[in-house]
Nanobody, 124 residues
């Protein structure tokens, strides 16, 4: 499956962005999906994940209540709605997919497919 992330850009603190992860080659309804981010000089970290076949979600503590992961199987796309953005959210955001059912993967090694990142820059 090929993944393409988009929707990043510059935004002021307190603003919102919606990232999209479009898939081709396979249907995303048979994959658990995740969003990760990597800030300069830091390791890539888990942000949010959603399982399959049930859409159970999990979030990193610092984004709980601000970010929402969702999927639209008809569009073969997964989203990350980001509200109340903070400068600390500045990073390159990546989407990823794995095929293990009823499971939310939270580490890089558990994912089989990755998209190119999209830059999010939050200014204060």
């Amino acid at each position: 499956v090929q993944l393409q992330a988009s929707g990043g850009g510059p935004v002021q603190a307190g603003g919102s962005l919606r990232l999209s992860c479009a898939a081709s080659g396979r249907t995303l309804s048979y994959y658990g999906m995740g969003w990760f981010r990597q800030a300069p000089g830091k390791v890539r970290e888990f942000v949010a994940g959603v399982s399959w076949p049930k859409d159970i979600t999990q979030y990193e503590d610092s984004v709980k209540g601000r970010f929402t992961i969702s999927r639209d199987n008809a569009k073969n796309t997964v989203y990350l709605q980001m509200d109340s953005l903070e400068p600390e959210d500045t990073a390159v955001y990546y989407c990823a997919a794995h095929s293990r059912p009823f499971y939310i993967a939270t580490t890089r090694g558990e994912y089989d497919y990755w998209g190119r990142g999209t830059q999010v820059t939050v200014s204060s």
